[in-house]
C-alpha cells in the first residue's frame, strides 16, 4: 500500500465513522417520540342504560362525550372534542345545537357543522352493550352519525 | 507572607482608573466587560437613537434567569403538585408572589420590548449592509422570547394556562404531514397533561433559556464586529463627508474606498484595537485622538447601570402593584368561556377563528420568513428615512395589521368568540 492508497483508506474510514455517529446520533432524536402513554383508555364502559335520560344530550366531562338517548333508536355516543383546536363545546339546549367555546364553531345535534372556523363535523363513536349490560364506548372506532345502539329493556 | 495587595493584584491586574491605560485595560483584560469597545462613540449613546430597547430587553432577561431560578426551588411540574405550589408561592413562601409577580411582568415586558427594539431596528435601517445576518440572529432571539413565554405559561397549571396550551398546541396540529407527530412529540403525548407540563417545563427552564444566551452572545459579537451600536449614519454624513480613517476589514461600502488605501494583502485584515496614552505594553502606535471618543469607563458603564436601574425598579414597583393573575386549578372538564392565548398569541387566535390553518400555520409561518428575508429583500442602500417611504409603509402596516388583531383578540372577543366590545357584559357565561 503506497501513501495515496492509505491515504484515501484513512479518509474512506473516518468517513464511514462519522456516518455511523450521525445516524447514531439521528436515531437517539425518536427517544423524543414517547413509547408509552398513561393516558385514559379509549375502550370504556359508562354505566347501564337506565342512568341516561331521553332528549337532551348527557356530557360526561372526564371522558369529553355527549350520550344521547332517543325514545325508539337508542344510544349514540358523540365526542364533545371540538375539531378546531380542541376545546369542550356545549350544548344549548335554547338552540339545539353545540356551541364551541373558543372559535364560536357551532354543530347541529347531528354534529354537523353549522357555523364557524372548524373543518369537520363532531365525530361519533361506537357505542355497545357489554355482557353486564353496561354501556361500553370505543373511542378509536369512528362511527357514522346515523349510527345507534338499541337497547333491549 | 503574602500581602493583601499582592493578591488584589493577581485578581486585578489593571493600572488605576484614574489613568488611560487603566481604564482601557478594565475593559480589555476583563471576562465581562470586554464585549464592549474600550472607546464608544458619545453619539452612539444618545438615548433617541435606541431608547436602549437592546439593553432593557437584555436586562429583563437578567431579571427573569434571577426570579425563575428562585421560583425554581419551590417549583414541582407534575399536576398535582404545580397548582399547589403556585398558591405556596402566593400565600405562603417569604417573598414568593413578589418573585412571582416579578417574573411574571418581567416577561410581559420581555416581549414588548423585544418587538420594539425589532421596530426601532426597522426604522433605523440599521439592519443593512453590514448588519443583515445580525438582524436574523435577532428575529430568532424574538422566537425563542415567544416561546419562553409561551412554555412558561402552561406552568402554573390553572384553567388559563391549560386552555391557552391546548389551543396553541392544537394550532400545531394544523402543520402539514408532521403536524399530528410534532404534536405527539411537544406534549409528550395526546392530551395536556403530566407529559406535557414536564416538557414544557424542561424547555422553559433548560432548553429555551440556553439558546437565548447562545444567540444573545451572537448578537452582542455581531454588533461590535458591525461596527458597534447603530446610529443614524445618514445624519452624520450630512455634516461630512469623508472620514479620514482607514477601513478596516469588509466595512461599510457607502464611501468608495481609495485603491491607494485598501488591501494590503487580499487575504489579510488588520485591526487596530485600541490607542491610548500612558506606557505602553507593545509599541508605540501614534494617531490623532478622535474627539467624539470617549472611553467607556465610565461612559458607557455609567449609562448601562442607569438603564439597569431603571428597568429593576419599574418591574418590581409594578409587581409591588399588580399581582401576576392566577385561576383555579386546571379542569381539563371544563373550557373556560371564552378561552383565550395568552395576549401575544391573540392575534394569531383572531386569525384561528377564521380558519386554523391558514391563520395558526401559514400567515404565521410567512410572517417568520418575511421578517428573516426582510434585509435581503429590501436592496435599498440609503438609510434615509426619505428614500426609504415605501419600506417604512409596508412593516408599520405589517406592524398595525398584528396590533389590531391583537387589540380585536384582546378586548373585542366575548363567549363564543362573538364580537363583543369590552364595555358591554354579557350575563350567563363565566
Same mark, same amino acid.
Given at each position: ?6 491515504? +484515501? ?20 432524536? $425518536?427517544?423524543?417520540?414517547? &413509547?408509552?402513554? !398513561? =393516558?385514559?383508555?379509549? +375502550? ?24 344521547? $338517548? ?41 354534529? *354537523? ?41 | #507572607? ?41 453619539? +452612539? ?40 405550589? #403556585? ?7 417569604? #417573598?414568593? &408572589?413578589?418573585? $412571582? ?19 426601532? /431596528?426597522? !426604522? ?6 453590514? $448588519? ?16 419562553? &413565554? ?23 396540529? !394544523? ?9 405527539? /412529540?411537544?406534549?409528550?403525548?395526546? +392530551?395536556?397533561? *403530566? ?43 450630512? *455634516? ?24 494590503? &494583502? ?25 474627539? =467624539? ?10 449609562? =448601562? ?22 385561576? *383555579? ?31 395558526? /400555520? ?5 410572517? /417568520? ?29 405589517? #406592524? ?29 357565561? =363565566?
Amino acid at each position: 500500500m503506497n501513501r495515496r492508497a492509505f491515504f +484515501n483508506w484513512s479518509v474512506a474510514g473516518l468517513a464511514a465513522v462519522w456516518s455511523a455517529v450521525g445516524i447514531a446520533v439521528g436515531a437517539v432524536a $425518536r427517544f423524543l417520540v414517547p &413509547s408509552v402513554f !398513561y =393516558e385514559p383508555p379509549q +375502550n370504556f364502559k359508562i354505566g347501564n342504560p337506565g342512568d341516561y335520560s331521553f332528549g337532551a344530550p348527557t356530557l360526561l366531562p372526564d371522558e369529553k362525550i355527549f350520550v344521547f $338517548r332517543d325514545q325508539e333508536k337508542g344510544f349514540a355516543v358523540a365526542s364533545a372534542v371540538c375539531t378546531h383546536l380542541g376545546c369542550t363545546v356545549q350544548w344549548f339546549a335554547s338552540d339545539d345545537r353545540f356551541h364551541c367555546p373558543c372559535h364560536g364553531s357551532i354543530f347541529t345535534a347531528n354534529g *354537523e357543522v353549522a357555523h364557524g372556523p372548524a373543518p369537520r363535523g363532531l365525530e361519533w363513536f361506537e357505542v355497545t352493550q357489554a355482557r353486564d349490560g353496561q354501556l361500553r364506548v370505543d373511542k378509536s372506532r369512528v362511527v357514522p352519525a346515523s349510527y345507534r345502539l338499541v337497547v333491549k329493556a | #507572607m503574602i500581602s493583601i495587595s499582592e493578591v488584589y493584584r493577581s485578581i486585578v491586574r489593571r493600572d488605576p482608573l484614574s489613568t488611560e491605560k487603566g481604564k482601557a485595560e478594565l475593559v480589555f483584560l476583563n471576562l465581562w466587560l470586554h464585549i464592549h469597545p474600550v472607546k464608544v462613540k458619545k453619539e +452612539n449613546f444618545r438615548i433617541r437613537h435606541t431608547w436602549y430597547l437592546g439593553f432593557i430587553t437584555f436586562y429583563l432577561f437578567l431579571i427573569l434567569v434571577g426570579t425563575g431560578v428562585a421560583l425554581m426551588f419551590y417549583y414541582r411540574p407534575y399536576p398535582a403538585q404545580a397548582y399547589q405550589d #403556585m398558591k405556596d408561592l402566593q400565600f405562603v413562601v417569604f #417573598m414568593g &408572589s413578589f418573585l $412571582r409577580n416579578v417574573h411574571r411582568w418581567a416577561a410581559h415586558g420581555m416581549v414588548i420590548c423585544v418587538i420594539l427594539h425589532l421596530c426601532r /431596528v426597522f !426604522y433605523t435601517a440599521s439592519y443593512k449592509k453590514p $448588519r443583515q445576518f445580525n438582524w436574523v440572529v435577532g428575529v430568532v432571539l424574538l422566537l425563542l422570547t415567544l416561546g419562553l &413565554s409561551f412554555t412558561g405559561y402552561l406552568l402554573p397549571w390553572d384553567q388559563l394556562a391549560f386552555w391557552a396550551i391546548t389551543v396553541g398546541t392544537n394550532i400545531g396540529g !394544523y402543520a402539514p404531514l408532521l403536524g399530528a407527530k410534532i404534536k405527539e /412529540v411537544l406534549l409528550g403525548g395526546h +392530551n395536556v397533561a *403530566e407529559g406535557a407540563l414536564i416538557r414544557f417545563y424542561v424547555l422553559h427552564v433548560v432548553v429555551l433559556p440556553a439558546l437565548v444566551v447562545l444567540f444573545t452572545m451572537l448578537h452582542f459579537w455581531r454588533i461590535r464586529k458591525d461596527g458597534g451600536l447603530s446610529r443614524p449614519v445618514w445624519k452624520l454624513e450630512e *455634516e461630512t463627508t469623508t472620514e479620514g480613517l482607514v477601513q478596516i476589514g469588509s466595512a461599510a461600502a457607502s464611501p468608495p474606498r481609495n485603491e491607494s488605501v485598501s488591501a494590503a &494583502s487580499n487575504d489579510k485584515t488588520y485591526g487596530l484595537m485600541e490607542v491610548v496614552t500612558g506606557s505602553p505594553l507593545f509599541e508605540t502606535v501614534a494617531t490623532e485622538q478622535v474627539d =467624539e471618543e470617549v472611553f467607556s469607563f465610565p461612559f458607557a458603564f455609567y449609562r =448601562e447601570a442607569i438603564a439597569f436601574l431603571i428597568t429593576l425598579v419599574s418591574v418590581m414597583a409594578i409587581s409591588l402593584a399588580w399581582s401576576a393573575p392566577l385561576e *383555579e386549578i386546571a379542569n381539563p372538564a371544563k373550557t373556560p368561556n371564552p378561552a383565550k392565548a395568552p395576549w401575544y398569541f391573540l392575534g394569531l387566535q383572531e386569525l384561528v377563528s377564521h380558519s386554523a390553518f391558514v391563520g395558526g /400555520v401559514l400567515a404565521p409561518t410567512l410572517m /417568520v420568513l418575511l421578517l428573516l428575508a426582510v434585509p435581503y429583500l429590501d436592496s435599498n442602500p440609503s438609510r434615509r428615512p426619505a428614500a426609504r417611504k415605501w419600506a417604512i409603509w409596508i412593516f408599520t402596516a405589517f #406592524m398595525l395589521v398584528n396590533f389590531v388583531l391583537i387589540i380585536v383578540g384582546t378586548y373585542f372577543r366575548g363567549p363564543g368568540w362573538a364580537l363583543t366590545p369590552p364595555w358591554v357584559h354579557v350575563a350567563g357565561h =363565566e
